[in-house]
């Protein structure tokens, strides 16, 4: 297997007078898969009987990551006696002569640094660094108390004022880390035509993070979105979903969905605006509104704002469809609503028009430190976010980010 030269360093690290490694870049350069076989290597080689921590964003995406892949190498399975044990979270690793334990940990939220603590590491390896709170990431670090311990981390770019870059990144010098920064070409494994194609996949804000490695700030529209999106023709057939942003004083958007194969177009849609109205509207109004929409049609799912509670137990109430709360991830969803807008998977019948003047208006808050998009003329918006987050990204092969 080819390897490149900076795969070449991962590996050399542990043999380094460096106590951090810091992989950022382009997705799919070949950063994380490395640092594990290094991680895993360095630490049999110089511990016995000793704790690790491998983090990522959450236990299931580290565990599908991370411990997956390397559970499949040939490699490891060569080298050492894996044990993967699920309901400790715990990866036992031995060669015979020494044995380790690493453990994975998930920090989703700024509560998630109390699961780490009273733990004593003899390393640990951070995947995903900058989507995971500071003070899950500084406990983390902190239980780092063995002598000779290392801290590996591994992102995608951010924005320019994210705490990793500022504080580690931007001081990897006086951190004694080793920063390495990763393209797409410095993945040998992938073909010219698979880096091609990953190009193809993003626009703006994606496409300088996730292939050029930039980081940068998220400004400007927050879609690319033009008459190639909108269509004049609707599906003859298909599965039927309706996604649906609730707002009693702010407006209330719902869109009826026709997916075909990994295809879905937005061929119907309800937009009630109270303000300019001069009214507001009850659950049970909405409900009709939405059964108006649902009218002829075989509707598979309906998706609402998971805080809209009372409006999804009327919904339920009328024993007519299928309700789901929405994923609600904001940014990983308007990652996923770019890519399908971008490929094609998405398309906006021209009838809809309240949504297609958001996808004009809708745009990144330029004056924030972090990524956040202007809370104005988002309700189609997140009603097609909350579809492409619970239904689409399940369809369409490649939306996910791994």
Same mark, same amino acid.
């Given at each position: 297997?080819?390897?490149?030269?900076?795969?070449?360093?991962?590996?050399?690290?542990?043999?380094?007078?460096?106590?951090?490694?810091?992989?950022?870049?382009?997705?799919? $350069?070949?950063?994380? $898969?490395?640092?594990?076989?290094?991680?895993?290597?360095?630490?049999?080689?110089?511990?016995?009987?000793?704790?690790?921590?491998?983090?990522?964003?959450?236990?299931?995406?580290?565990?599908?990551?991370?411990?997956?892949?390397?559970?499949?190498?040939?490699?490891?399975?060569?080298?050492?006696?894996?044990?993967?044990?699920?309901?400790?979270?715990?990866?036992?690793?031995?060669?015979?002569?020494?044995?380790?334990?690493?453990?994975?940990?998930?920090?989703?939220?700024?509560?998630?640094?109390?699961?780490?603590?009273?733990?004593?590491?003899?390393?640990?390896?951070?995947?995903?660094?900058?989507?995971?709170?500071? $003070?899950?990431?500084?406990?983390?670090?902190?239980?780092?108390?063995?002598?000779?311990?290392?801290?590996?981390?591994?992102?995608?770019?951010?924005?320019?004022?994210?705490?990793?870059?500022?504080?580690?990144?931007?001081?990897?010098?006086?951190?004694?880390?080793?920063?390495?920064?990763?393209?797409?070409?410095?993945?040998?494994?992938?073909?010219?035509?698979?880096?091609?194609?990953?190009?193809?996949?993003?626009?703006?804000?994606?496409?300088?993070?996730?292939?050029?490695?930039?980081?940068?700030?998220?400004?400007?529209?927050?879609?690319?979105?033009?008459?190639?999106?909108?269509?004049?023709?609707?599906?003859?057939?298909?599965?039927?979903?309706?996604?649906?942003?609730?707002?009693?004083?702010?407006?209330?958007?719902?869109?009826?969905?026709?997916?075909?194969?990994?295809?879905?177009?937005?061929?119907?849609?309800?937009?009630?605006?109270?303000?300019?109205?001069?009214?507001?509207?009850?659950?049970?109004?909405?409900?009709?509104?939405?059964?108006?929409?649902?009218?002829?049609?075989?509707?598979?799912?309906?998706?609402?704002?998971?805080?809209?509670?009372?409006?999804?137990?009327?919904?339920?109430?009328?024993?007519?469809?299928?309700?789901?709360?929405?994923?609600?991830?904001?940014?990983?969803?308007?990652?996923?609503?770019?890519?399908?807008?971008?490929?094609?998977?998405?398309?906006?019948?021209?009838?809809?028009?309240?949504?297609?003047?958001?996808?004009?208006?809708?745009?990144?808050?330029?004056?924030?430190?972090?990524?956040?998009?202007?809370?104005?003329?988002?309700?189609?918006?997140?009603?097609?976010?909350?579809?492409?987050?619970?239904?689409?990204?399940?369809?369409?092969?490649?939306?996910?980010?791994?």
């Amino acid at each position: 297997m080819a390897i490149s030269r900076k795969q070449k360093q991962i590996m050399a690290f542990p043999f380094t007078k460096y106590d951090a490694l810091i992989c950022d870049g382009a997705i799919r $350069s070949g950063k994380t $898969s490395f640092m594990m076989l290094a991680f895993i290597d360095d630490a049999m080689r110089r511990y016995n009987n000793q704790r690790f921590g491998i983090c990522g964003k959450t236990v299931d995406s580290t565990v599908k990551n991370i411990i997956a892949p390397y559970l499949g190498l040939s490699y490891a399975k060569r080298k050492y006696r894996l044990q993967w044990k699920r309901s400790d979270k715990t990866l036992i690793v031995s060669d015979g002569k020494k044995e380790n334990i690493f453990e994975v940990f998930g920090g989703k939220d700024e509560s998630s640094f109390m699961l780490i603590q009273g733990r004593t590491l003899a390393g640990v390896l951070i995947d995903e660094v900058a989507l995971q709170p500071r $003070s899950f990431v500084e406990q983390a670090l902190s239980r780092c108390s063995v002598d000779g311990s290392k801290l590996w981390f591994n992102c995608n770019p951010d924005a320019p004022k994210h705490w990793f870059n500022e504080e580690w990144i931007k001081k990897a010098k006086e951190r004694n880390a080793l920063h390495l920064h990763f393209m797409l070409e410095d993945n040998p494994s992938l073909a010219q035509r698979i880096i091609d194609r990953y190009k193809s996949m993003y626009t703006g804000v994606f496409y300088q993070r996730y292939i050029l490695g930039e980081w940068c700030v998220a400004e400007g529209l927050v879609y690319s979105f033009g008459e190639t999106n909108i269509t004049d023709e609707i599906p003859a057939n298909g599965e039927y979903y309706i996604s649906i942003d609730y707002g009693t004083i702010n407006p209330f958007s719902a869109g009826l969905w026709c997916v075909l194969g990994d295809k879905a177009t937005r061929i119907k849609e309800v937009y009630y605006n109270s303000r300019k109205e001069g009214s507001m509207r009850t659950d049970s109004e909405y409900v009709n509104m939405v059964l108006k929409l649902a009218e002829g049609y075989n509707v598979r799912k309906v998706i609402v704002d998971p805080s809209a509670a009372s409006f999804i137990e009327a919904l339920r109430r009328t024993h007519k469809f299928s309700v789901l709360t929405a994923n609600n991830s904001v940014l990983d969803g308007i990652r996923r609503t770019s890519v399908c807008l971008q490929n094609g998977n998405i398309k906006i019948h021209r009838s809809c028009v309240d949504s297609i003047a958001e996808f004009g208006l809708y745009r990144w808050d330029e004056k924030a430190t972090t990524d956040t998009v202007i809370k104005e003329n988002d309700h189609a918006m997140d009603d097609i976010r909350y579809f492409v987050n619970t239904i689409l990204r399940y369809k369409v092969k490649g939306v996910d980010k791994n």
